[in-house]
């Protein structure tokens, strides 16, 4: 017996944000323009010590003004996608549910894309105006979610089988609506369907919008995280949750709210990048076990390690030019879907 | 065996009118309907009994006679439509739920698994009710789940994957996880549905030691005639959502009854303890 402990959680997490360091300083350092590693050094320690004005060369504006923010943003992001992933699959009690899977990402793109929209119709004062787009993915994705429980709903029990295939079509069908409202409707900041249906990290939203999906990321991790025991039950059946002690009418409504804020916000900054859901928590849950105490926290570091990576590649493989992230985690991801499919199979 | 699970002091502020009666079932119904304007897929009529502390109950019935409604209705996981369904005082369907999991344990036909765990983890599962939201278990929480391990004899499981033992072994860590929550009331649901013989009599022995040493109310539901005939206290016999009879297997268990209940011809004689021991006869 070595239950769970404090002490083992704390270091489980750390060991992920010493990698998740070293995997930024090598982001930071890759590139089209190359930098030194003492100068990369020098230059981060001045921005933790709050004196960017202090940087002068043109390759510490490169480093701190292009690719910091750009891997910020996807730690954020990965580790967003990475908790509702983990969320999902405890919520619909199936391994292969990922935000980008059932339809969920896609939701939250057409919702983002709307928002945009109205955005645009509204001409609101500016400080408002920039969340109309992460609130519209908010909505796309809670929408889509709820519409694929109940699609994915045979006799009054959720069939993993016809969840996934609710989850797949829905994620087709808004794939053509993002496709039918980007090519009809063009206006000012509508940002091209490869962003929304493949994911992209490469142009950094606007700073208030940045503040909103960091603090976004914490609440909601948070509030997934105060069910982190309860989730470890419910994967065992609703019924057998409910005499273990699980409130789970709340768990439900807390774990469905926080994980479309995690995927809608995720989804308005980067588009639908898919599988860093299913992937990470799979991994750590083979390294770290499928307790959701240490489950959820692990998955958040992956999934910013993963993103990172991912990134970094997407970035540098064809540079100067670049493809788009989700390219790069659908390679990689979706055969791994295919291998869990067959497990399950089996 | 060290020392019993659970100490059984009620709350000071329980209303108990009659102390030696722990469950008491009085009128109790359900009925299931797609919508209130159809038909009602299934009827469970208004039934009676009670159970004290130590006394095991079955619930006997061929399928769909309404033994698992019963059972829901008695655990709390669905709310009567007329009558009440009290534990110690207390309406079972009312109860908060860690309030409730702490009186009541539910061991189910089968836990289906999504990913593997340890034994160990599975049965300090048992704990949740008892602890506050953000927790981690305490030396107290796995002395209990060690304690409840061992009260089932399955101890030298406690390292074992779930998914990677034998279903008389899966039994005992379901078992084992239940008396971790320090119930007062035991629910079994088809406990020896994929036992065979031999686990069966080993899990209901463990059973009725269980109760003896820490006065749990068990209700078992089932339709093994003979293993009720054997350990059970009291027999609620159900027929097509009608209970039929309530009391002791030896009253209970008449030639004529059970044949008309189970459709099967059958025999049944005493033994020398008193039980009623069932043979089942050819049709031709």
Redo the contacts between chains.
Sequence with gaps: MRPLTLGRLLLRCSLLAVILFLVVVIALKLGAVQVSLYGLGRDLIRVLLGQSSAISSDYGMIVVDIRLPRILLAIVVGASLSVAGASFQALLRNPLADPYVLGVSSGAAVGAILGLILENQLSLPPEFAGFITPLGAFLGAAVTIGAVYVLGRREGQIDSSTLLLAGIISASFLSAIITFLMSTLTGGNLRGAPFWLMGSLSTLPPKSLLYLIGIGFLIAAAAIYTTASDLNLLLAGEREAMHLGVDVPRVRIVVYLAASILTGLAVAVSGAIGYVGLLVPHVMRFLFGSDHRVLLPTSAFGGAIALVVADTIARTVVAPSEISVGAVTAIVGAPFFIYLLRRRLS | MSTPLRTPSPPPDQPRSNPDVRLSVEQASYVYAPNPSQAPLFTLEALSFQAKPGEIVAILGPNASGKSTLLKLI?G?LEPLSGRVFLNGFATHSL???I???R???V?QE???????RA??FV???R??Y?R?????SEK??NI??NALAQVGATHL??RWMDQISGGEKQRVILARALA?QPLLLLLDEPTLHLDIGAQVDLLDSLRHLVAVNRYTVIVVTHELNLVGEYADQVVLLQKGKCLRVGSPASVYQRELLEQVFQAPLTVEMTVAGRPRVTLLGKS
């Excluded at chain 2, 939201?133 to 278990?137: D, V």
């Design positions: 655990s996981a908060p739920p860690k409730r999991a702490q009541i344990a539910l189910q836990s289906r698994l999504l990913f593997p765990s160990w983890e300090l599962q048992g949740h009710a602890n939201r953000l927790h981690f278990e929480d796995i789940a060690k406690v390292e929550q």
